[in-house]
């Protein structure tokens, strides 16, 4: 597996765009890149993934480097319901991969 | 409705005792998982069914036991129990296992604690 490296922690201003880095500089080319959060005491949600292109969904953007090293997680318009753990993981698919390590606690601040 | 739900939320027993953890999901997906998430909230696969099938066994000791009656319920019974075993226990599940796009959708997770 690609091992990821997160900044332990980042805040965000509500309403602004929070974004997320994440680097997987050992990547191979079949592994994608996932992002879950976990917000405290729940189970952690899949937020988008993403092989090469640039993803977009209803919940955030995915950017994605063309070298493939590295990925930064855009939540355009923060608010206080996003603050969680986030975690980056590059994972083939296979749930023996998705093994989540420490991820960014994001604080979004009133 | 809840998509992956898991009894009980919260558990609270002593060394030795035998406890269990069931798990249901109403998504229609054919992958089920057991994942702990210890202290330093590390999250790691223990099991994994499909179709009721064992396909992945994590190294985990034989004190747990994974039941799958039928492809929508994952039972965790745990045997023995010891203090290490407390932790947060998360049942998840998928519509295939692995390859693009598998996303995986959790459980709440259930609250161990072993005194």
């Known amino acids: 597996d690609a091992k990821t490296t997160q900044p332990p922690s980042m805040d965000c201003a509500e309403g602004r765009a929070a974004n997320l880095p994440c680097n997987h500089s050992?990547?191979?080319?079949?592994?994608?890149v996932y992002w879950y959060r976990q917000i405290h005491s729940q189970g952690p949600q899949y937020i988008i993934h993403g092989l090469k292109n640039n993803e977009t969904n209803e919940m955030a953007s995915l950017i994605i480097t063309e070298d493939r090293k590295s990925s930064t997680l855009i939540l355009p318009h923060a608010t206080l319901r996003d603050t969680a753990v986030y975690y980056c993981i590059a994972s083939s698919g296979s749930a023996r991969q998705l093994t989540f390590g420490s991820g960014t606690q994001l604080t979004v601040l009133p | 409705d809840t998509a992956v739900s898991q009894t009980p939320k919260y558990l609270v027993t002593q060394m030795g005792n035998d406890k269990s953890i069931k798990c249901e999901q109403n998504?229609?997906?054919?992958?089920m998982y057991w994942y702990k998430q210890d202290s330093k909230k590390f999250l790691k696969i223990m099991f994994s069914y499909n179709n009721k099938e064992l396909i992945i066994n994590e190294t985990v000791p034989n004190r747990f036991s994974p039941k799958s009656p039928d492809k929508a319920h994952l039972n965790l019974h745990i045997n023995s129990l010891e203090l290490g075993d407390s932790a947060v226990y998360f049942c998840?599940?998928?519509?295939?296992?692995?390859?693009?796009?598998?996303?995986?959708?959790f459980g709440e997770g259930s609250w161990l604690t072993v005194v």
């Open positions: 998504l229609g997906h054919d992958t």
């Open positions: 050992t990547i191979s080319g079949n592994e994608y």
């Open positions: 998840a599940s998928s519509q295939k296992t692995g390859g693009s796009g598998n996303t995986i959708y």
